[in-house]
T-cell receptor, first 111, second 117 residues
Framework: QKEVEQDPGPLSVPEGAIVSLNCTYS??????FMWYRQYSRKGPELLMYTYSSGNKEDGRFTAQVDKSSKYISLFIRDSQPSDSATYLC???????????FGTGTRLTIIP | GAGVSQSPRYKVTKRGQDVALRCDPI?????LYWYRQALGQGPEFLTYFNYEAQQDKSGLPNDRFSAERPEGSISTLTIQRTEQRDSAMYRCASSLIGDEGESTEAFFGQGTRLTVV
């Protein structure tokens, strides 16, 4: 079993819809949770960074962490065609810089 | 520089040859990481440095893989006696260390696509 599980998709939604992306994990020591966006032929870029449980909002993006369920989510409101990309969740322990990534979910926003 | 720079962008090598992949981190970034990303997968950790010190090399697959960062800036990932299974995108990332001693956002380079034939 992988430490981080993520549905690879692909996921297609119409423009303007709310998108929900999720990851589950097995390592209870993970404290830092991140979402990266990766466009085709590009490196991952950080979207959201949260520490421990709770919600964090940044514009159209909201990240949620539920440590009791070992479950994290990324919500995208008012989705745009430019949001079409692969979304990767990543997480790490306190004091350990090694990031463990999910496989990524390929998202397409249909105009 | 403006971002993390990796060279070469593409490398094709024959099985059994050694290759060296270079990473030039963002100026001033203390931490430097190497990841490997297979097609359709997330990046897989290989190793990381703080300054010139290699802090964790637990992700290096075997002793054919090594990395160095002698002056705490540019890093080289070397693969000896390459095999076809080494073919992948190799990505470098760098970050600052925040006030609490934890790394801040990691910025990734565009990667080196290695193909072993």
């Amino acid at each position: 079993q992988k430490e981080v599980e993520q549905d690879p998709g692909p996921l297609s939604v119409p423009e303007g819809a709310i998108v929900s992306l999720n990851c589950t994990y097995s390592n209870s020591a993970f404290q830092y949770f991140m979402w990266y966006r990766q466009y085709s032929r590009k490196g991952p870029e950080l979207l959201m960074y949260t520490y421990s449980s709770g919600n964090k909002e940044d514009g159209r993006f909201t990240a949620q962490v539920d440590k009791s369920s070992k479950y994290i989510s990324l919500f995208i409101r008012d989705s745009q065609p430019s949001d079409s990309a692969t979304y990767l969740c990543a997480m790490r322990n306190f004091g350990n810089e090694k990031l463990t990534f999910g496989t990524g979910t390929r998202l397409t926003i249909i105009p | 520089g403006a971002g993390v720079s990796q060279s070469p962008r593409y490398k094709v090598t024959k099985r059994g040859q050694d290759v060296a992949l270079r990473c030039d981190p963002i100026s001033g970034h203390v931490s430097l990481y190497w990841y490997r990303q297979a097609l359709g997968q997330g990046p897989e950790f290989l190793t990381y440095f703080n300054y010139e010190a290699q802090q964790d090399k637990s992700g290096l697959p075997n002793d054919r893989f090594s990395a160095e960062r002698p002056e705490g800036s540019i890093s080289t990932l070397t693969i000896q006696r390459t095999e076809q299974r080494d073919s992948a995108m190799y990505r470098c990332a760098s970050s600052l260390i925040g006030d609490e001693g934890e790394s801040t956002e990691a910025f990734f380079g565009q990667g080196t696509r290695l193909t072993v034939v």
